[in-house]
């Protein structure tokens, strides 16, 4: 064989293996950097503590989506001033990596703007996406994109939209957008910025057409979304609907988080079935993330909690799906939460921290220097 000949065999190898499929292209570059994911899907289960997932388990009929991680870690959940966070200083932690007060979203203890997550995530070209079952402007999805010293400003918190860029939101708490003391149609000024605006109120989730191209928020509720025990049932759906729709808006990859925030409620009320309702509700959507994460091959996917709501317990005569329960407070507790992985950089989840490193392990495998 001539130089030429052994050329033209070795063009038309890396010709051939440059036609592979997709899956075996997202395995290859996966492989090239077995720490770094293109997608990462941030799931939280807002007062999720260790007995809301044992009594969800003991309440299903089948194994949860959960115990199908086997990469699982602890991390401390103390703000910056209490021991005992709330879920402000808790999704701070998350989102921008620092430590704050109870009540702040989106700032450090020094009340200075903390840059969040999606800031990041938005400068390397890539897609962000919010979804909850409490409204859009509620403390946890609020410190993904906004900047406030008092999460209760929840109409001011709203309009910290028009100056982050997100391109999917699905919440509840449309009044903070249309009825406002100030006047203004936040929904509107979104709208004239490029986003696909909708409502419960004229047509349900699964019968949007999605334009793409655009921006998409969509209300759930015009205040609190509904419980599970009342009828909700939109957050599995949101959640895959979110995926399809992020891969769709921007093929470079995205960051989405997810909260069950009602879980917490259930805690806050010491009702025991309004958590286990809730908990299996949130497993749903833990399923369809790991299904998208498991066939794509170069997604992150993290469950965990901001807090434990609570102090519940599964006391002694209690069966499987009969518990005798207890709690020491109604509201949150200092215990540890769980951190469950699944995807490129998983390992790094295993062991104990602080919340703040969640943050960290999130742009380690995005790859982002800050
Ligand atoms: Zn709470």
């Known amino acids: 064989m001539n130089r030429l000949t052994i050329y033209t065999l070795f063009s038309l190898f890396l010709f051939t293996n440059c036609n592979e499929n997709a899956a075996e292209k997202s395995l290859f ?15 939280i289960g807002d007062g999720m ?4 997932i044992t009594a969800g388990m003991y309440a299903s009929d089948s194994i949860l989506n959960l115990e199908r991680f086997k990469s699982i870690g ?4 103390d703000a910056a001033n209490h021991l005992v966070t709330d879920s402000a200083a808790g999704a701070t932690a998350f989102a921008t990596g620092k430590k704050t007060n109870n009540g702040v979203v989106g700032m450090d203890a020094q009340l200075k703007s903390a840059k969040n997550i999606i800031e990041y995530v938005k400068e390397k ?18 410190a993904f994109f906004a900047h406030h010293p008092k999460r209760a400003k929840m109409e001011n918190i709203a309009a910290q939209l028009l100056t982050t860029d997100v391109d999917l939101l699905i919440g509840g708490g449309q009044n903070h957008f249309e009825a406002r003391k100030d006047n203004r149609n936040i929904s509107k000024e979104l709208a004239q910025k490029g986003y696909q605006v909708n409502s419960f109120m004229t047509k349900s989730l699964d019968k949007i057409e999605p334009n793409y191209k655009d921006n998409f928020l969509y209300f759930t509720a015009a205040s609190l979304p509904l419980s599970v025990e009342q009828g909700r049932d939109y957050l599995p759906l949101a959640t895959s609907f979110s995926i399809d729709f992020l891969k769709k808006h ?20 010491n009702n025991s079935d309004y958590i286990i309702q809730e908990m299996l509700d949130f497993d749903k959507v833990i399923g369809r993330a790991l299904d998208f994460a498991e066939a794509d091959g170069n997604t992150l996917v993290i469950v965990t ?3 434990e709501t609570g102090g ?11 518990f005798k329960t207890g709690f020491t407070t109604d509201y949150h507790t200092a215990q540890m939460v769980p951190v469950f992985a699944y995807g490129p950089n998983e390992e790094s989840f295993m062991g104990i921290y602080d919340n ?4 960290k392990k999130m742009m380690e495998t995005f790859g982002i220097e800050k």
């Open 29 to 43: 570059s996966a492989s090239k950097s077995p720490n770094t994911a293109q997608n990462i899907i941030l799931l």
């Open 49 to 52: 503590g260790i007995s809301q």
């Open 74 to 77: 602890l991390q401390k959940t």
């Open 125 to 142: 070209g890539l897609a962000a996406g919010l979804v909850a079952t409490s409204q859009i402007a509620h403390a946890t999805p609020a």
């Open 250 to 269: 921007n093929s470079n990859g995205f960051f989405l988080m997810v909260e069950s925030s009602q879980i917490d409620w259930g805690g806050h009320n």
């Open 305 to 307: 909690s901001d807090h």
């Open 312 to 322: 519940y317990s599964i006391n002694y005569g209690s069966s499987r799906k009969k």
């Open 356 to 359: 703040t490193d969640i943050f």
